[in-house]
């Protein structure tokens, strides 16, 4: 394959436009017949017969010793033989990257038979018997295939093909052939490519098979014969409109897909379809067919895995291509094709690194499971994505964690927790996270076997929306978190470190220039950035006693207020509630040394509208009950209660307003209840006596 400088040497501006497609990529059959022709001009190079070539199946054995068997027939005399000279009837030799063009190789799977062209590529280390065999049936065999023999028919170098076919019926020229093939290999098993040179003219030289058209014309009948019969089709072709060129052209119905969209193996079903028909519903003439298999390198150059699907991320520019963007291009999918990156490194990332402001790049993004080799499930995708919008996301993720809820003076006086591991590390990179799907893998459920992905499983879906900029219902984000919150309950701690990392991201995807939130039913609150302080919160020495109020109260104040969702009144209930359990909880934990708590009690999966009357009113007896043990056990007194900055405000939106006729969707209720648990167990304020109350467990949901 052509380095990128070589490729823009080797294909001017002028004669690479005129390679080029004439309208923009508009669908995934543009893109891929443009990565296709990219792969051809810079393996096979122009030319009528260059996508049919596959140079790279045997590159490997470019410049290894015994790597080519050569079988050379003389037709320059009036019966066909084999040569006589100096080098024999076979020649055993290297092949060298000057030979690729000349010995025209066109792979067709092993399983299914022998190679399309004359040449044909062996097993690994096959032995002298085997090889000899296949070198007689470039004679017998690939001479006498019915459409070679059809090409051959029509074709004015069609002799050849008929002198290749006589040889080959002859026992004497397959003796030949056999032992001059032991005799050159010393009796060694090799891994070789086997062709045939023939000789026109007593002063001429032996042609290869790509100087011979006859040749090449027999070696694209073959292949294309597979584009129309396959499986219960015998002849799915006829005149149609192109979809890739427009031409109205002869179009086949049975081609390969490099994605396997369009095969008939897929889960999905199309009753009534006619496999002889296939052509009139999905038009792809010849020449382009080939030019679509031909994609496949640079296409599997751009994926990566992710919860068991395999994400394709292909890059191409907006509108009709040039060549300056095709030669940048080009040097992206080589550079993808041939480094040997990081795994984990997504071709999103390897394209910011160099484009991260190109405006017109974009993506083709789908996320596919792979059932079979050729079953492919198909759960999402786009033809919008850009570098720009996981970038954003990433970066609006880093700038929440700097503000006021997530940054404090001190271990824990932020309003949430934070961890050197996972979505809560301020001064990581979250591009990589975003990218690849991960950063939805920290928050939402594990799949139904806990790694791999189903159909409608949400972390695809978001995933594919924030490649494309396409705005993930609050909704669906709720139903994640709080399912992944019950996930950790019931191995009976409560997460949260998940339930912050949970509410960074939400915070983040609204904070996004509002792009990647939709408000559905109701979540309007929930679509608005919040409104932090990008400094640290003030040390607690100097929020002890302010405007009359405890620090605590302070910074309940400041949080709700700066949180829009919590502009809600039944939203803030639930939420101030979680923050009573949370308190007492944590205060239950580390000051009674009891081994269950509230937050144990009154889990999130058990929380309903007609629970929190109930909720509440055990909630507030405990902080009664450690008010009056603590002030006896201590011999003191002071105004209030324990954590009455949680509880007056607690009372205004519970236990006035009757919950039981609240309209707060289940899991909205239960994601704001959980992220006030996390709130309360987090809270450092002088209602705590500064005393250590931090859950120092490490969660390994």
């Not at 093909?161 to 290999?185: C, K, M, N, P, S």
């Not at 994640?480 to 949260?496: G, H, K, L, Q, T």
Request: net charge negative; hydrophobic share 35%; glycine share 6%.
């Amino acid at each position: 394959m052509l380095s990128p400088e070589a490729f823009e040497e080797a294909y001017p501006a002028a004669d690479l436009e005129a390679e080029l497609p004439d309208s923009p990529v508009a669908s995934l059959r543009d893109l891929q017949y443009l990565y296709g022709k990219l792969y051809t001009l810079a393996t096979a190079g122009g030319g009528d017969y260059a996508a049919y070539l596959t140079p790279d199946a045997a590159r490997d054995l470019v410049d290894t010793d015994d790597s080519l068997i050569v079988v050379r027939v003389d037709l320059s005399g009036d019966e066909p033989r084999l040569a006589e000279d100096g080098d024999g009837p076979v020649r055993v030799t290297r092949y060298t990257d000057e030979r690729v063009s000349k010995v025209a190789h066109c792979k067709y799977p092993a399983a299914r038979g022998i190679d399309h062209s004359v040449t044909h590529q062996a097993g690994r280390n096959s032995d002298p018997e085997k090889l000899a065999r296949y070198a007689n049936e470039r004679l017998s065999k690939w001479a006498h295939d019915d459409e070679v023999q059809t090409v051959a028919a029509d074709h004015e170098q069609g002799w050849i093909v008929d002198a290749l076919a006589t040889l080959g019926e002859d026992e004497d020229v397959r003796e030949t052939i056999a032992e001059a093939v032991e005799r050159e290999l010393g009796g060694a098993s090799t891994t070789a490519l086997l062709t045939v040179q023939v000789r026109l003219d007593d002063d001429g030289d032996y042609l290869w098979p790509g100087e011979l058209d006859v040749f090449m014309a027999a070696m694209r009948a073959r292949k294309l014969s597979k584009l129309v019969s396959k499986g219960q089709a015998s002849d799915s072709s006829g005149t149609a409109v192109d979809l890739v060129t427009g031409e109205r052209t002869r179009t086949v119905g049975t081609s390969e897909d490099p994605q396997n969209y369009y095969l008939g193996k897929q889960l999905e079903t199309f009753p009534g379809l006619d496999v002889e028909e296939a052509w009139r519903t999905h038009p792809v003439s010849e020449d382009a067919a080939v030019t679509l298999m031909n994609a496949e390198t640079f296409v599997e150059a751009c994926t990566y895995r992710t919860f068991g699907a395999k994400v394709y991320s292909l890059p191409y520019f907006f509108g009709t291509p040039t060549p300056e963007e095709t030669y940048e291009l080009y040097r992206m999918l080589y550079l993808a094709a041939t480094e040997d990156d990081d795994a984990n490194v997504t071709p999103v990332e390897r394209a910011y690194e160099r484009h991260g402001d190109a405006t017109d790049l974009r993506f083709y993004v789908s996320a596919v499971m792979p059932h079979q080799m050729s079953r492919y499930d198909v759960f999402g995708e786009t033809l919008n994505g850009r570098i720009q919008y996981p970038a954003e996301l990433a970066r609006s993720h880093a700038a929440v964690l700097q503000t006021s809820a997530f940054r404090g003076d001190g271990d824990r006086s932020a309003a949430m927790p934070t961890h050197e591991d996972r979505l809560l590390v301020s001064d990581a990179a979250f591009l990589g996270p975003v990218a690849s799907g991960r950063y939805f893998a920290e928050t939402f459920p594990h799949g139904d076997d806990d790694t791999d992905a189903s159909a409608d499983d949400p972390r695809i879906e978001a995933l594919v929306d924030v490649l494309s900029g396409t705005p993930i219902p609050v909704s669906l984000l709720l139903d994640a978190y709080v399912e992944r919150i019950v996930e950790a309950e019931s191995a009976d701690w409560f997460p949260s470190f998940r339930v912050a990392a949970q509410f960074a991201q939400l915070c983040a995807l609204a904070s996004a220039d509002g792009r990647f939130l939709d408000a559905d039913d109701g979540h309007e609150l929930l679509a608005r950035p919040p409104t932090y302080d990008t400094r640290t919160m003030t040390s607690r020495e100097e929020l002890a006693i302010t405007d009359g109020g405890f620090a605590g109260d302070r910074k309940l104040a400041s949080f709700i207020e700066e949180t829009p969702a919590l502009q809600h009144d039944q939203r803030c209930g639930v939420f101030l509630l979680g923050a009573l359990v949370g308190a007492v909880g944590n205060y239950q934990e580390w000051h009674e040394d009891r081994s269950t708590t509230l937050v144990d009690q009154f889990p999130v999966k058990s929380l309903t509208t007609t629970r929190v009357k109930k909720v509440a009113q055990d909630a507030i007896e405990k902080t009664l009950t450690y008010t009056r043990q603590e002030k006896k056990r201590e011999g003191r007194t002071y105004p209030g209660t324990k954590f009455d900055y949680i509880v007056e405000r607690l009372r205004e939106r519970v236990l006035r307003p009757d919950p039981d006729e609240w309209d707060l969707e289940k899991s909205d209720l239960r994601f704001y209840y959980a992220l006030g648990i996390t709130y309360g167990m987090n809270d450092y304020s002088p209602a705590t006596d500064d005393e250590t109350t931090a859950d120092e467990a490490t969660e390994d949901d």
